[in-house]
């Protein structure tokens, strides 16, 4: 079983579309993590939400925490070929502070 | 500010050999963590350690893996007689004393033949 679901899988748009990819699970995260990853490289940190219902912005990039601090939302406005990558959502649920539990990622394509 | 580094970029090693994988964090990062990354599988939690401290190897495997960051130079991973299934990518992160900016390297990607 998954802790973290994200959906969708795969998403190919073209450019200039609004997108939305969400990170759902059954359990509380006392805070999430979303990074972005391309092939042949390492994760790279986009954004820490900590509250519940907390909203943050990135340029176009719209993060949301769920009020419960179960499900996450990345919601992209006019994406453009440059974002095309796999978007991972990750979180501490307990443990040590070094245990993070990853999804397996939503891989998005844009088309020019 | 070099970000962190991971040596090699690629390895391959045959069964029964062992697996030398290398990272040195960001220059003030105290916290280095090892995660794998199994084709179409997310990133698993191996081990988090200190300087000279292993803090959390609750994900790693009990037999032929071994992680080190000694009080100079690089935290390294180890894996004794690797097998077909240790075939992956493995990245390291580093992170202050805060720990909530987390910086993945480039990544490990181990063949085992």
């Known amino acids: 079983t998954q802790l973290l679901e994200q959906s969708p899988q795969f998403l190919s748009i073209q450019e200039g579309e609004n997108l939305t990819v969400y990170c759902n699970s059954s359990?509380?995260?006392?805070?999430l993590q979303w990074y972005r990853q391309e092939p042949g490289e390492g994760p790279v940190l986009l954004v820490t939400v900590v509250t519940g219902g907390e909203v943050k912005k990135l340029k176009r990039l719209t993060f949301q925490f769920g009020d419960a601090r179960k499900d996450s939302s990345l919601h992209i406005t006019a994406a453009q070929p440059g974002d095309t990558g796999l978007y991972l959502c990750?979180?501490?649920?307990?443990?040590?502070?070094?245990?993070?539990?990853f999804g397996k990622g939503t891989k998005l394509s844009v088309k020019p | 500010n070099a970000g962190v580094m991971q040596n090699p970029r690629h390895l391959v090693r045959r069964r029964g050999q062992e697996a030398r994988l290398r990272c040195s964090p960001m220059k003030g990062h105290s916290h280095v963590y090892w995660y794998r990354q199994l084709p179409e599988e997310g990133l698993k939690f191996m081990v988090y350690l200190q300087k000279e401290n292993i803090i959390d190897e609750s994900g790693m495997p009990k037999e032929r893996f071994s992680a080190e960051f000694p009080k100079e130079g690089p935290s390294i991973l180890r894996i004794q007689q690797v097998v077909r299934g240790d075939s992956a990518a493995y990245f390291c992160?580093?992170?202050?004393?805060?720990?909530?900016?987390?910086?993945f390297g480039p990544g490990t990607r181990l063949t085992v033949l």
């Open positions: 990750a979180g501490h649920q307990g443990g040590s502070q070094g245990n993070l539990i």
């Open positions: 992160a580093s992170s202050p004393l805060d720990e909530t900016a987390w910086v």
């Open positions: 359990s509380v995260f006392s805070s």
